[in-house]
């Protein structure tokens, strides 16, 4: 992006210059006049869309984008901010700062830690799946477990299993289907490990 305008302004003025005058180097020469405005504002909409992402994240993966200091600065301020108007200013003055930085790493780093969320949301959702289809008595469930953790626990999940059943149908509080879920998450994690 284009920081000095006075270039753009030169390029113009000559244009016309050697439009009036008639005289022009070469009609096959193209002057560059840098981005347009309407290619500013949407590069400026993205940079605060970027913040806005940067914003959302947690305190530890804020510090692990290693974002420069006056940026992280400012971010730690905008999380403080309680004021709608006040926290409008310190999310343009974020975007300010990363339209004068070289934003590509940041924005790549940002990418990775949404792409982590995404994986831990899908696999959050799975084990919910599975957890349902036990209580609900799907017979192929089982099967997928196995075929994904052999060395899954058969006897402790069909114990956990009847005892939401059993839950389930006295209208009871979940205990047994939250001790099923946390089974599963404990048995995905473990073997996420030992896949690294």
Known sequence: MA?????????????DHNHRTGSGADDEEEIDYGPSKSQIKRECHHLLDVGDEILKLKAEEIRSLDLPAELEEAVTTALKIKSRSGLKRQRQYIGKLLRNMD????ENRLRAIQHRHDINTAA????ERWRDR???NDKNVLGEIIERHPDIDRQHINQLTRAARAEAAKDKPPVAARKLFKYLREVDESAAVNSE
């Not at 920081?3 to 244009?15: C, D, G, P, V, Y």
């Not at 934003?103 to 940041?106: G, L, N, P, R, V």
């Not at 959050?124 to 084990?127: P, V």
């Open 134 to 136: 036990l209580i609900d």
């Open 103 to 106: 934003s590509e790493d940041i």
């Open 3 to 15: 920081k000095n305008w006075s270039t753009k302004t030169t390029a113009i003025m000559n244009s």
């Open 124 to 127: 959050f959702k799975r084990l």
